[in-house]
Protein backbone atom coordinates (compact mmCIF):
# COMPACT_ATOMS: atom_id res chain seq x y z
CA UNK A 1 0.00 0.00 0.00
CA UNK A 2 2.44 1.95 1.00
CA UNK A 3 4.30 1.61 -2.27
CA UNK A 4 1.23 2.43 -4.10
CA UNK A 5 1.21 5.48 -2.36
CA UNK A 6 4.44 6.75 -3.52
CA UNK A 7 3.56 6.18 -6.80
CA UNK A 8 0.29 7.79 -6.79
CA UNK A 9 2.12 10.77 -5.17
CA UNK A 10 4.94 10.90 -7.23
CA UNK A 11 2.66 10.77 -10.78
CA UNK A 12 1.41 13.88 -9.35
CA UNK A 13 4.16 15.69 -8.78
CA UNK A 14 5.03 14.34 -12.59
CA UNK A 15 1.74 14.78 -14.29
CA UNK A 16 2.00 18.90 -12.33
CA UNK A 17 5.60 19.39 -14.26
CA UNK A 18 4.13 18.04 -17.49
CA UNK A 19 1.12 19.75 -17.50
CA UNK A 20 0.96 23.34 -15.89
CA UNK A 21 -1.76 23.79 -13.54
CA UNK A 22 -2.96 28.08 -12.86
CA UNK A 23 -5.24 28.32 -10.46
CA UNK A 24 -8.84 29.54 -10.21
CA UNK A 25 -7.86 32.83 -9.02
CA UNK A 26 -5.64 33.13 -11.77
CA UNK A 27 -8.05 32.52 -14.22
CA UNK A 28 -10.71 34.35 -12.60
CA UNK A 29 -8.23 37.32 -12.44
CA UNK A 30 -7.26 37.08 -15.74
CA UNK A 31 -10.71 36.77 -17.44
CA UNK A 32 -11.83 39.72 -14.97
CA UNK A 33 -9.34 41.86 -16.60
CA UNK A 34 -10.31 40.95 -20.37
CA UNK A 35 -13.83 41.68 -19.50
CA UNK A 36 -13.21 44.79 -17.82
CA UNK A 37 -10.58 45.47 -21.73
CA UNK A 38 -13.89 44.61 -23.12
CA UNK A 39 -16.11 46.78 -21.29
CA UNK A 40 -13.86 49.64 -21.69
CA UNK A 41 -13.33 49.35 -25.56
CA UNK A 42 -15.68 48.12 -28.60
CA UNK A 43 -14.62 44.53 -29.05
CA UNK A 44 -16.75 42.08 -30.94
CA UNK A 45 -14.83 38.91 -29.71
CA UNK A 46 -11.23 37.92 -28.35
CA UNK A 47 -9.84 34.07 -28.68
CA UNK A 48 -6.84 33.42 -26.50
CA UNK A 49 -4.27 30.82 -25.77
CA UNK A 50 -1.93 31.04 -23.70
CA UNK A 51 1.40 28.49 -23.15
CA UNK A 52 3.86 27.36 -20.21
CA UNK A 53 6.59 25.10 -20.78
CA UNK A 54 4.91 23.39 -24.15
CA UNK A 55 2.14 23.01 -22.49
CA UNK A 56 -1.40 24.70 -23.22
CA UNK A 57 -2.24 26.81 -19.61
CA UNK A 58 -5.33 27.87 -20.76
CA UNK A 59 -7.59 29.13 -23.86
CA UNK A 60 -10.86 30.91 -23.83
CA UNK A 61 -13.28 32.99 -26.47
CA UNK A 62 -15.02 36.07 -25.15
CA UNK A 63 -17.63 37.73 -27.11
CA UNK A 64 -19.75 37.27 -30.25
CA UNK A 65 -18.72 35.05 -33.39
CA UNK A 66 -21.40 36.39 -35.65
CA UNK A 67 -23.46 39.70 -34.10
CA UNK A 68 -26.37 39.10 -36.60
CA UNK A 69 -27.42 35.57 -35.31
CA UNK A 70 -25.94 36.88 -31.72
CA UNK A 71 -23.30 33.38 -31.83
CA UNK A 72 -20.88 33.45 -29.02
CA UNK A 73 -17.41 33.20 -30.28
CA UNK A 74 -15.27 29.32 -29.04
CA UNK A 75 -12.23 28.12 -29.40
CA UNK A 76 -12.70 25.88 -32.34
CA UNK A 77 -13.69 29.20 -34.53
CA UNK A 78 -11.29 29.79 -37.24
CA UNK A 79 -10.00 33.38 -37.98
CA UNK A 80 -7.68 35.23 -41.09
CA UNK A 81 -5.08 35.79 -39.22
CA UNK A 82 -3.19 38.48 -41.42
CA UNK A 83 0.25 39.39 -41.35
CA UNK A 84 1.08 36.05 -38.77
CA UNK A 85 0.63 34.71 -42.04
CA UNK A 86 4.02 35.84 -43.33
CA UNK A 87 5.86 33.52 -40.64
CA UNK A 88 4.36 30.42 -42.70
CA UNK A 89 5.38 31.48 -45.74
CA UNK A 90 9.02 32.05 -44.12
CA UNK A 91 9.03 28.36 -42.51
CA UNK A 92 8.06 27.45 -45.94
CA UNK A 93 11.25 28.80 -47.63
CA UNK A 94 13.24 28.09 -44.49
CA UNK A 95 12.36 24.49 -45.37
CA UNK A 96 13.31 25.15 -49.42
CA UNK A 97 16.81 26.05 -48.33
CA UNK A 98 17.39 23.50 -46.35
CA UNK A 99 16.84 20.84 -49.22
CA UNK A 100 19.25 23.38 -51.01
CA UNK A 101 15.71 24.32 -53.80
CA UNK A 102 16.70 27.55 -52.82
CA UNK A 103 19.40 30.05 -51.43
CA UNK A 104 18.63 33.46 -49.17
CA UNK A 105 21.02 35.54 -51.17
CA UNK A 106 20.02 34.14 -54.62
CA UNK A 107 18.42 36.90 -57.07
CA UNK A 108 14.97 36.52 -56.91
CA UNK A 109 14.89 37.75 -60.71
CA UNK A 110 16.11 33.69 -61.09
CA UNK A 111 13.30 32.29 -58.80
CA UNK A 112 10.00 34.21 -59.94
CA UNK A 113 10.50 34.02 -63.65
CA UNK A 114 10.82 38.00 -64.42
CA UNK A 115 13.34 40.75 -63.65
CA UNK A 116 13.00 41.76 -60.24
CA UNK A 117 15.18 44.77 -60.12
CA UNK A 118 14.90 48.40 -58.66
CA UNK A 119 15.67 50.83 -61.67
CA UNK A 120 17.09 53.22 -59.49
CA UNK A 121 20.04 50.98 -58.71
CA UNK A 122 19.71 47.83 -61.34
CA UNK A 123 23.44 46.41 -59.94
CA UNK A 124 21.89 45.35 -56.96
CA UNK A 125 20.37 42.18 -56.65
CA UNK A 126 16.78 41.81 -54.47
CA UNK A 127 17.41 39.02 -52.48
CA UNK A 128 15.27 36.52 -50.71
CA UNK A 129 17.45 37.36 -47.47
CA UNK A 130 15.96 41.12 -48.65
CA UNK A 131 12.38 40.36 -48.98
CA UNK A 132 11.90 38.50 -46.19
CA UNK A 133 13.25 41.38 -43.81
CA UNK A 134 11.11 43.69 -45.48
CA UNK A 135 14.35 45.50 -46.59
CA UNK A 136 14.17 44.74 -50.37
CA UNK A 137 12.74 48.51 -51.70
CA UNK A 138 9.56 47.42 -52.63
CA UNK A 139 6.47 48.60 -51.96
CA UNK A 140 2.82 48.34 -52.04
CA UNK A 141 1.70 51.42 -54.16
CA UNK A 142 0.23 49.28 -57.01
CA UNK A 143 -1.15 46.58 -54.98
CA UNK A 144 -0.10 42.97 -53.83
CA UNK A 145 -3.00 40.97 -55.25
CA UNK A 146 -1.45 40.13 -58.61
CA UNK A 147 2.50 39.80 -59.59
CA UNK A 148 1.32 41.54 -62.99
CA UNK A 149 1.87 45.30 -61.02
CA UNK A 150 5.68 44.56 -60.56
CA UNK A 151 6.14 41.90 -63.80
CA UNK A 152 7.79 44.91 -66.80
CA UNK A 153 6.02 42.72 -69.22
CA UNK A 154 2.61 43.25 -68.00
CA UNK A 155 3.01 46.98 -66.48
CA UNK A 156 3.90 50.00 -67.50
CA UNK A 157 4.05 51.08 -64.55
CA UNK A 158 6.34 48.44 -62.23
CA UNK A 159 9.06 50.85 -62.05
CA UNK A 160 6.34 52.67 -59.42
CA UNK A 161 6.55 49.06 -57.37
CA UNK A 162 10.16 50.09 -56.07
CA UNK A 163 11.21 53.08 -53.52
CA UNK A 164 13.92 55.60 -54.48
CA UNK A 165 16.41 53.50 -52.04
CA UNK A 166 19.02 51.01 -52.61
CA UNK A 167 17.77 47.52 -51.65
CA UNK A 168 19.37 46.61 -48.05
CA UNK A 169 19.97 50.85 -47.03
CA UNK A 170 16.27 51.04 -45.55
CA UNK A 171 13.34 48.88 -44.05
CA UNK A 172 9.64 49.37 -45.01
CA UNK A 173 7.22 47.02 -44.31
CA UNK A 174 6.23 45.93 -47.52
CA UNK A 175 3.48 43.17 -48.03
CA UNK A 176 4.30 42.08 -51.92
CA UNK A 177 7.38 40.75 -50.62
CA UNK A 178 5.45 37.45 -49.35
CA UNK A 179 3.04 37.37 -52.37
CA UNK A 180 5.88 37.78 -54.26
CA UNK A 181 7.93 34.73 -51.92
CA UNK A 182 4.44 32.46 -51.61
CA UNK A 183 5.10 32.07 -55.74
CA UNK A 184 8.77 31.43 -54.75
CA UNK A 185 7.80 28.51 -52.66
CA UNK A 186 5.34 27.19 -55.98
CA UNK A 187 7.95 27.57 -58.37
CA UNK A 188 11.10 25.94 -56.27
CA UNK A 189 8.32 22.84 -54.77
CA UNK A 190 5.95 22.20 -57.53
CA UNK A 191 3.26 21.94 -55.16
CA UNK A 192 0.48 24.75 -55.27
CA UNK A 193 1.48 27.11 -52.12
CA UNK A 194 -1.67 26.35 -50.16
CA UNK A 195 -1.08 22.90 -50.44
CA UNK A 196 2.76 23.09 -50.03
CA UNK A 197 1.50 24.84 -46.41
CA UNK A 198 -1.00 22.32 -45.67
CA UNK A 199 1.23 19.23 -46.37
CA UNK A 200 5.03 20.31 -45.08
CA UNK A 201 3.88 22.39 -41.77
CA UNK A 202 0.18 22.13 -41.19
CA UNK A 203 -0.32 18.47 -41.73
CA UNK A 204 2.74 17.33 -39.55
CA UNK A 205 1.41 19.53 -36.53
CA UNK A 206 -2.15 18.04 -36.72
CA UNK A 207 -3.40 21.78 -37.26
CA UNK A 208 -6.81 22.79 -38.87
CA UNK A 209 -6.73 25.52 -40.76
CA UNK A 210 -5.60 26.82 -44.08
CA UNK A 211 -5.55 29.69 -47.34
CA UNK A 212 -8.04 27.77 -49.45
CA UNK A 213 -11.00 29.33 -48.28
CA UNK A 214 -13.04 26.67 -50.45
CA UNK A 215 -10.95 23.70 -49.05
CA UNK A 216 -12.24 24.64 -44.79
CA UNK A 217 -15.80 24.46 -43.09
CA UNK A 218 -16.92 28.18 -43.55
CA UNK A 219 -19.73 27.33 -40.12
CA UNK A 220 -15.99 27.54 -38.16
CA UNK A 221 -15.46 31.34 -39.68
CA UNK A 222 -15.63 33.75 -37.26
CA UNK A 223 -17.23 36.71 -39.00
CA UNK A 224 -14.85 39.32 -38.89
CA UNK A 225 -15.76 43.27 -38.72
CA UNK A 226 -13.98 46.60 -39.25
CA UNK A 227 -15.36 48.96 -36.41
CA UNK A 228 -15.71 52.74 -37.64
CA UNK A 229 -15.12 55.00 -34.49
CA UNK A 230 -16.83 58.28 -36.66
CA UNK A 231 -20.25 55.98 -36.27
CA UNK A 232 -19.68 53.60 -33.41
CA UNK A 233 -20.79 50.55 -35.41
CA UNK A 234 -19.38 47.54 -36.30
CA UNK A 235 -19.66 46.73 -39.94
CA UNK A 236 -18.94 42.87 -41.14
CA UNK A 237 -16.50 42.24 -44.05
CA UNK A 238 -17.63 39.75 -46.25
CA UNK A 239 -13.94 39.91 -48.70
CA UNK A 240 -11.97 38.78 -45.34
CA UNK A 241 -13.43 35.59 -46.62
CA UNK A 242 -14.27 35.86 -50.22
CA UNK A 243 -13.05 32.83 -51.69
CA UNK A 244 -11.94 34.44 -55.14
CA UNK A 245 -13.39 30.85 -57.08
CA UNK A 246 -12.85 32.51 -60.27
CA UNK A 247 -9.15 33.24 -59.96
CA UNK A 248 -8.54 29.65 -58.25
CA UNK A 249 -10.90 27.91 -61.28
CA UNK A 250 -8.32 30.11 -63.87
CA UNK A 251 -4.86 29.16 -61.53
CA UNK A 252 -1.59 29.37 -63.58
CA UNK A 253 1.20 27.38 -60.93
CA UNK A 254 4.07 29.73 -60.39
CA UNK A 255 1.91 32.80 -60.80
CA UNK A 256 -0.87 32.93 -58.98
CA UNK A 257 0.00 32.47 -56.03
CA UNK A 258 -0.81 35.84 -54.23
CA UNK A 259 -4.92 35.13 -55.15
CA UNK A 260 -4.06 32.71 -52.03
CA UNK A 261 -2.60 35.65 -50.06
CA UNK A 262 0.75 34.10 -48.70
CA UNK A 263 1.22 38.02 -47.11
CA UNK A 264 -2.08 37.50 -44.79
CA UNK A 265 -4.38 35.03 -46.20
CA UNK A 266 -4.10 32.12 -43.00
CA UNK A 267 -6.98 30.86 -41.29
CA UNK A 268 -6.53 29.07 -37.85
CA UNK A 269 -8.18 28.98 -34.65
CA UNK A 270 -6.30 30.71 -31.69
CA UNK A 271 -5.15 27.47 -29.97
CA UNK A 272 -4.03 25.32 -33.54
CA UNK A 273 -1.99 29.24 -33.74
CA UNK A 274 -0.79 28.55 -30.04
CA UNK A 275 0.61 25.32 -31.25
CA UNK A 276 2.12 26.71 -34.18
CA UNK A 277 3.97 29.40 -31.91
CA UNK A 278 5.64 26.93 -29.76
CA UNK A 279 7.29 24.65 -32.70
CA UNK A 280 9.28 28.31 -33.18
CA UNK A 281 9.40 28.58 -29.19
CA UNK A 282 11.54 25.57 -29.60
CA UNK A 283 13.56 26.29 -32.36
CA UNK A 284 11.75 24.69 -34.92
CA UNK A 285 10.24 21.70 -33.41
CA UNK A 286 6.81 20.34 -31.23
CA UNK A 287 5.77 17.25 -30.09
CA UNK A 288 8.56 15.17 -31.57
CA UNK A 289 8.11 16.28 -34.62
CA UNK A 290 10.90 19.35 -36.71
CA UNK A 291 9.15 21.28 -39.38
CA UNK A 292 12.50 23.78 -39.53
CA UNK A 293 15.88 22.98 -38.16
CA UNK A 294 17.25 24.79 -35.24
CA UNK A 295 19.74 26.85 -37.28
CA UNK A 296 17.08 28.39 -39.72
CA UNK A 297 14.75 28.71 -36.67
CA UNK A 298 17.32 30.93 -35.13
CA UNK A 299 17.67 32.72 -38.48
CA UNK A 300 13.63 33.62 -38.40
CA UNK A 301 14.24 34.94 -34.61
CA UNK A 302 17.55 37.08 -35.02
CA UNK A 303 17.02 40.72 -36.32
CA UNK A 304 18.41 40.64 -40.15
CA UNK A 305 19.98 44.27 -39.60
CA UNK A 306 20.54 46.93 -37.35
CA UNK A 307 17.82 48.99 -38.91
CA UNK A 308 14.80 47.42 -37.40
CA UNK A 309 14.22 44.80 -34.95
CA UNK A 310 13.05 42.12 -37.56
CA UNK A 311 13.95 38.79 -38.40
CA UNK A 312 12.00 36.48 -41.05
CA UNK A 313 8.70 37.32 -40.64
CA UNK A 314 9.05 37.43 -36.99
CA UNK A 315 9.82 40.86 -34.95
CA UNK A 316 12.44 40.34 -32.66
CA UNK A 317 12.64 41.41 -30.02
CA UNK A 318 9.00 42.51 -29.73
CA UNK A 319 7.92 45.45 -26.72
CA UNK A 320 4.45 44.65 -26.44
CA UNK A 321 5.19 43.42 -22.94
CA UNK A 322 7.03 46.39 -21.23
CA UNK A 323 10.29 45.05 -19.83
CA UNK A 324 10.37 41.65 -21.76
CA UNK A 325 11.76 40.03 -24.25
CA UNK A 326 9.49 38.94 -26.97
CA UNK A 327 9.39 37.29 -29.89
CA UNK A 328 6.59 37.19 -32.99
CA UNK A 329 4.45 39.01 -35.18
CA UNK A 330 0.68 40.65 -35.10
CA UNK A 331 -1.89 41.11 -37.80
CA UNK A 332 -4.66 43.60 -39.00
CA UNK A 333 -7.00 43.19 -42.15
CA UNK A 334 -10.79 44.09 -42.58
CA UNK A 335 -11.45 44.96 -38.89
CA UNK A 336 -9.17 41.56 -37.67
CA UNK A 337 -6.33 42.17 -35.02
CA UNK A 338 -4.30 39.07 -33.94
CA UNK A 339 -1.06 39.06 -31.87
CA UNK A 340 1.06 35.98 -31.67
CA UNK A 341 3.94 36.39 -29.11
CA UNK A 342 6.66 34.01 -26.83
CA UNK A 343 9.85 34.06 -25.13
CA UNK A 344 11.85 31.06 -26.48
CA UNK A 345 14.18 31.34 -23.32
CA UNK A 346 11.50 31.09 -20.63
CA UNK A 347 9.41 29.09 -22.73
CA UNK A 348 5.85 31.06 -22.77
CA UNK A 349 3.49 32.64 -25.69
CA UNK A 350 0.51 34.18 -26.01
CA UNK A 351 -2.01 34.31 -28.61
CA UNK A 352 -4.40 36.66 -28.50
CA UNK A 353 -7.45 37.48 -31.89
CA UNK A 354 -10.44 39.94 -32.05
CA UNK A 355 -12.22 39.51 -35.20
CA UNK A 356 -13.08 42.88 -34.37
CA UNK A 357 -11.90 46.16 -31.89
CA UNK A 358 -11.50 49.30 -31.65
CA UNK A 359 -8.41 50.36 -34.12
CA UNK A 360 -6.40 52.74 -31.65
CA UNK A 361 -3.10 51.91 -31.57
CA UNK A 362 -0.12 52.75 -28.70
CA UNK A 363 3.11 52.27 -29.90
CA UNK A 364 2.21 50.52 -33.08
CA UNK A 365 -0.01 47.56 -31.12
CA UNK A 366 -3.51 47.67 -31.02
CA UNK A 367 -4.90 48.90 -27.77
CA UNK A 368 -7.21 45.57 -27.20
CA UNK A 369 -4.56 43.21 -28.29
CA UNK A 370 -1.59 44.88 -26.13
CA UNK A 371 -3.74 45.07 -23.04
CA UNK A 372 -5.31 41.78 -23.69
CA UNK A 373 -1.67 40.05 -24.22
CA UNK A 374 -0.65 41.95 -20.62
CA UNK A 375 -3.76 40.96 -18.95
CA UNK A 376 -3.17 37.42 -19.77
CA UNK A 377 1.32 37.79 -18.28
CA UNK A 378 0.21 39.34 -15.85
CA UNK A 379 -1.96 36.91 -14.07
CA UNK A 380 -1.05 33.69 -15.74
CA UNK A 381 2.26 33.93 -16.07
CA UNK A 382 3.93 36.19 -13.91
CA UNK A 383 4.31 34.27 -10.70
Known sequence: MRKLIQWISKSIIVSALLFPIISNAQENKAEAAIQQIMKENPVMGLSVAVVKDN???YTH??????????TPLTNENIFRIASISKSFSASAIMQLVEAKKVNLDQ???????????NPKFPETIITLRLMLSHLSSINDSQGYFSLDSINPARSVNWYKCYNSYEPGKRYEYCNFNFNMIGTIIEKVSGERFDAYIQNHILNPLQLYGGYY????????FATIYEYRPDAAKFVAS?????PRTAEVAAYQMGYSAPIFSPTGGMKISAK??????MMHANYGKYNGVRIISKKSSKMMQTAVSDIEPYGFALETPATIIDGKVMVGHTGSAYGLYSAMFFNPKEKFGIVVI???CHPGETSGYNNVIKKTVNALYDNLIVK
Open 107 to 117: DVSELIGFKVR
Open 238 to 242: PNAYA
Open 55 to 57: KFI
Open 213 to 220: VNGLDKSK
Open 272 to 277: DLATYM
Open 354 to 356: SNG
Open 61 to 70: SFGLKDAETN
